[in-house]
């Protein structure tokens, strides 16, 4: 069996060959890249993820767009998806048994509503979760904030606020968690926060 990292290699080396080659390489190439193509994003390959953004709906990514931004800003490995606790639980515990062990070491659950999904990730991984309230049209995210915080003794989701806010700090959490054995993380950490202080200070208000 090859190694991923190796089909890595020859997807991207087919995708410089196919953008410089000539036809009759193209001819030859084009079904092979189109099928490494398809079956593995270039995400995928950017590095194996560290973290994994869980959301229970594509309406929730307005929201978790901002943890992925700051994810990205500290170039943390990282990848995003839809699964829900409800409508998919059979793809939620196929994803929470298995992230262990594809190397990862922080999940970030967030729903709305019956927000159900990052105490049911916790269920089955070893690894901390943290949860993220949506907020929600009927009840302003007390509903999810609820749902996500109250976990019985035993199994914990660290829960931060609801919303956009909620959905920075979880990464930025994730980040001050990895950065306990990653020195570099740590000082970019450091960097961000003085920078922040900066902003803070250097605020004017009109008056
Ligand atoms: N949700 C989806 N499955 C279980 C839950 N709790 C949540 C989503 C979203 C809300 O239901 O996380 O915040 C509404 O989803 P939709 O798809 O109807 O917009």
New binding site residues.
Partial sequence: MFELPYFANCYYALEIYYALGSSRFKTISKPIFEQFKTRFSKKEFMASPLVGII??????WDTMREAHKILQEFDVPHEYKVL????APAAVTEYATSAEGRGMKVIIG????????AGVLAAQTLLPVLGVP?E?QALKGMDSLLSTVQMPAGIPVGTLAIGKAGAKNAALLAIGMLATTDAKLRDKLQLYRETQTRSVLAATLEG
Avoid: N
């Fill in positions: 959301m229970g709906s594509a309406s929730d829900s606790a409800h409508r967030a729903a709305g509503g019956a927000a159900h999904l949506i929600s």
